[in-house]
């Protein structure tokens, strides 16, 4: 695998152009911020009454509606929420492309899946950084950087790559490392990573403990920071050092326990899950679902955001937390 690092990027090839960031959330107000202080000409592009107007005008940059930042642009980076993101295309971006211009994304979800279908003289790009924006902007400060992924989709000018490199150079990204990959191979393994493991396996999972301990008429608050409240430790430990590092710290019998006991838990049915979970992903089946979902308005997101709240292990933990000082509201 091949690593770039700030040695390999080429800020030149940004100047003289200007740049114009769609949205101003986690990574706009990063992107915005730290290409600015790398020198480049940076416009901030926000519908009409968005509330981060005024916080992207106090942070000193220029703001302008996303058509008219869409029109003066050279290079546009779509920052607004991916259900949106085809709507701000069609609405305010692409009857202001211009032969030559350049159309990043920070996720390949709607490039992938179609959903954003650009003209064939545009260089279409992605820079996506590892990390939430905020990490992105206090690295950049620090003088560091977090690690990007970078691909391209469409190379119009034969220059796309290096203009990504060039554009994560502004972000702090080459200085951590960059490494390519393509919008297929963000898209698939972004969702399947969310769904199998970080946001959907691992909510399950907290779930499912809790509820066999507190079925089995132990105490739900004790069940809570079995399950729930000691996750971050091990996260944590996993985060620094990896899966050793985090069995060298606990107990043995917590370490005999978990190599011994965890492959009964994700077991050969899970994986089968897994399996066919990214054959959804792969097919389009869950875009699909997850398109027409967001076209009907949400009825059933909405659903499951009110029985998640609902449910017992929420309520507990509200509870519990609030005798915690040091974990912030
Ligand atoms: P966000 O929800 O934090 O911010 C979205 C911004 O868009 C907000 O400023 C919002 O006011 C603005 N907005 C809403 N409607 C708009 C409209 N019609 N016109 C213009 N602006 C509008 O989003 P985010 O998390 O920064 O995600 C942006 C992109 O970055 C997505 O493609 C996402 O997949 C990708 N991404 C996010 C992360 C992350 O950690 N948050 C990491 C990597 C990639
Ligand atoms: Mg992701």
């Not at 546009?76 to 993101?85: E, F, G, H, R, W």
């Not at 951590?176 to 999972?205: M, P, R, S, Y």
């Not at 050969?268 to 308005?297: H, P, V, Y």
């Not at 449910?311 to 519990?320: C, F, N, R, T, W």
């Amino acid at each position: 695998m091949k690593l770039y690092y700030d040695s390999d990027a080429d800020l030149n090839l940004l100047k003289g152009k200007k740049i114009a960031i769609l949205g101003y959330g986690s990574q706009g107000h990063a992107h915005a911020l730290n290409l600015k202080d790398s020198g480049m000409d940076v416009v901030v592009g926000l519908n009409a009454g968005n509330p981060d107007i005024e916080k992207a005008e106090k942070a000193g940059l220029t703001v302008q509606l996303n058509d008219e930042a869409a029109k003066a642009a050279d290079i546009i980076m779509m920052l607004v929420p991916d259900q949106i993101q085809s709507a701000v295309y069609e609405n305010d971006i692409k009857s202001n492309l211009q032969a030559g211009n350049v159309l990043a994304f920070a996720h390949g979800f709607n490039i992938h899946y179609n959903q954003i279908v650009p003209p064939k003289d545009i260089d279409v790009i992605m820079i996506a950084p590892k990390s939430p924006g905020h990490l992105v902007r206090r690295q950049y400060e620090a003088g560091q950087g977090v690690p990007n992924i970078i691909a391209v989709y469409q190379d119009a000018s034969g220059k796309a790559k290096d203009i990504a490199l060039a554009y994560s150079k502004g972000i702090g990204g080459t200085r951590a490392g960059v490494i390519e990959t393509t919008f297929k191979e963000e898209t698939e393994t972004d969702l399947f990573g969310e769904q199998a493991v970080l946001c959907g396996g691992v909510t399950e999972l907290i779930r499912a403990g809790f509820e066999t301990l507190v079925g089995a008429g132990y105490q739900p608050e004790i069940a809570y920071f079995e399950c729930l409240h000691e996750m971050k430790l091990i996260v944590d430990l996993i985060y620094e050092g990896g899966l050793s590092r985090m069995y060298y710290s606990v107990s043995d019998t917590a370490e005999y326990g978990g190599l011994a006991k965890g492959p009964k838990i994700i077991g050969k049915e899970s994986r089968e899950a897994m399996k066919k979970l990214l054959e959804d992903i792969q097919t389009g089946e869950f875009a699909t679902e997850w398109i027409l979902e967001n076209k009907a308005n949400g009825p059933k997101f909405n659903a499951l955001r009110r029985l998640l709240q609902n449910s017992q292990i929420e309520q507990v933990g509200a509870k519990l937390r609030g005798m915690m000082s040091w974990i912030k509201k």
